[in-house]
């Protein structure tokens, strides 16, 4: 079955670590994203990618970092510079950045301690 | 870059009845998409429906229609015969040719028997 895979569900870390979170999708699409939920909130877009070797700062990019190699990965490391971390992370992907449903992964709990 | 707003934070509705749940929405692009997405408890962002600035009829699938105004800029969520499975947190979103998605603060559906 095609879809998005994030790892792990639940993480926690120590204040001062950097840490990557897993995204996976086999659905071929172009685009990929990393938003963050804080609770009662909606989503706010931290970085979007529309092909391999190039990706986009969102709303809140300041204290993250991704990476895009390979068409189906996008994963991002939250670091030591992000000031409020603990959140819950969502991924999603669409055939095209605009105009097109996104799919979502099941997304990573992250509380950093 | 669009603005959407979600003016109820809560709504509460009887098993079998119908529900709408309303988003306002600002932008200068003539042409948008809007999506409504359901997160259950589990923290999945389920997508539901799309209506595209320009389609002529109402977006519907199965038990989920929009009531898109386009001259008050409105895109209401129509929910007929509700069911337990509705209880969740529902978010209306919108992109254009020239933005990514932006998502509203969300209204949260409680369903009784």
């Known amino acids: 079955d095609g879809g998005i895979t994030q790892s792990p569900k639940y993480l926690f870390r120590k204040e001062g670590q950097n840490v990557t979170l897993s995204c996976e999708q086999n659905?071929?699409?172009?685009?990929m994203y990393w938003y963050r939920q804080d609770p009662g909130q909606g989503l706010r877009l931290i970085y979007y990618?529309?092909?391999?070797?190039?990706?986009q700062k969102g709303d809140i990019a300041e204290g993250y970092s991704v990476s895009r190699e390979k068409k189906e990965s996008f994963p991002l490391t939250v670091t030591s510079a992000q000031k409020n971390p603990t959140a819950f992370y969502l991924c999603?992907?669409?055939?095209?950045?605009?105009?097109?449903?996104?799919?979502f992964g099941p997304g990573t709990r992250l509380t950093v301690l | 870059a669009q603005k959407i707003t979600q003016t109820q934070p809560g709504m509460f509705v009887q098993e079998k009845e119908a529900v709408t749940l309303d988003c306002t929405y600002d932008?200068?692009?003539?042409?948008?998409?809007l999506f409504w997405y359901k997160q259950p408890s589990s923290g999945e962002m389920i997508f539901l429906i799309y209506?595209?600035?320009?389609?002529?009829q109402n977006a519907t699938e199965g038990r989920y229609s929009l009531n898109f105004q386009k001259a008050r800029k409105s895109a209401n969520l129509v929910i007929s015969a509700s069911q337990l499975g509705d209880s969740a947190m529902y978010f209306c979103?919108?992109?254009?040719?020239?933005?990514?998605?932006?998502f509203g603060k969300g209204t949260m559906l409680l369903v009784s028997p």
């Open positions: 659905l071929n699409h172009d685009a």
């Open positions: 979103t919108g992109n254009s040719g020239y933005s990514t998605l932006t």
């Open positions: 209506q595209g600035s320009y389609d002529q």
């Open positions: 932008t200068s692009d003539p042409s948008y998409g």
């Open positions: 999603a992907s669409s055939t095209g950045l605009y105009y097109n449903e996104q799919f």
């Open positions: 990618s529309q092909i391999v070797n190039d990706f």
